[in-house]
T-cell receptor
Framework: NAGVTQTPKFRVLKTGQSMTLLCAQD?????MYWYRQDPGMGLRLIHY???????AKGEVPDGYNVSRLKKQNFLLGLESAAPSQTSVYFC???????????FGQGTRLTVV | AQSVTQPDIHITVSEGASLELRCNYS??????LFWYVQSPGQGLQLLLK??????LVQGIKGFEAEFKRSQSSFNLRKPSVHWSDAAEYFC?????????FGTGTSLTVIP
């Protein structure tokens, strides 16, 4: 039972570099989410998707882009990384609005 | 906008003591409420959830939570804490398509 899988688990970027984080879920969930977790700030929603081909902005979308070309995958992109994007990123998915979310193990990203 | 407040940043309890973690929410309609636990270096695991019905809900690992509409609260409780309960606890509210999280409460358990 893979559930929600995030790739990679760790990454160090230089300022200005770009990268893509991959989230894959095998539960046929419609909804997928990207959060960032910073000390003392809890989890803040970056972007989310309510189905294949759809995306929407969350609380802190600036500096990030997302795509949901396939139902099982939700990609988070950083076009030009900044030190302020150093964080732990979590992906989550759920069946619908009346259900709980399932989380991946997180990606620790450091931008130097 | 909806919001979730966890007033306690950090709590320390002795093993075997009771525990209550506070959560207050701001939401216009009937909320969908959740408690998650995060062990160090791990993702979030669902402890329990409230959608409707009985206001006292039971979860995994011996946890329970009570929904009080009049106080806009959804506090998490456990009668007797175990050392393995040391973790970060997050309260969350579901608002349609989105999930809003509190800032978390870090629990330390002392022998």
């Amino acid at each position: 039972n893979a559930g929600v899988t995030q790739t990679p688990k760790f990454r160090v970027l230089k300022t200005g570099q770009s990268m893509t984080l991959l989230c894959a879920q095998d539960m046929n969930h419609e909804y997928m989410y990207w959060y960032r977790q910073d000390p003392g700030m809890g989890l803040r929603l970056i972007h989310y998707s309510v189905g294949e081909g759809t995306t929407a902005k969350g609380e802190v979308p600036d500096g990030y882009n997302v795509s949901r070309l396939k139902k099982q995958n939700f990609l988070l992109g950083l076009e030009s990384a900044a030190p302020s994007q150093t964080s732990v990123y979590f992906c989550a998915s759920r069946t619908g609005v009346w259900t709980e979310a399932f989380f991946g193990q997180g990606t620790r990203l450091t931008v130097v | 906008a909806q919001s979730v407040t966890q007033p306690d940043i950090h709590i320390t309890v002795s093993e075997g003591a009771s525990l209550e973690l506070r959560c207050n929410y701001s939401y216009g309609a009937t909320p969908y409420l959740f408690w998650y636990v995060q062990s160090p270096g791990q993702g979030l695991q669902l402890l329990l959830k409230y959608f409707s019905g009985d206001t006292l809900v039971q979860g995994i690992k011996g946890f329970e939570a009570e929904f009080k509409r009049s106080q806009s609260s959804f506090n998490l409780r456990k009668p007797s804490v175990h050392w393995s309960d040391a973790a970060e606890y997050f309260c969350a509210v579901g608002d349609g398509n989105q999930f809003y999280f509190g800032t978390g409460t870090s629990l330390t358990v002392i022998p």
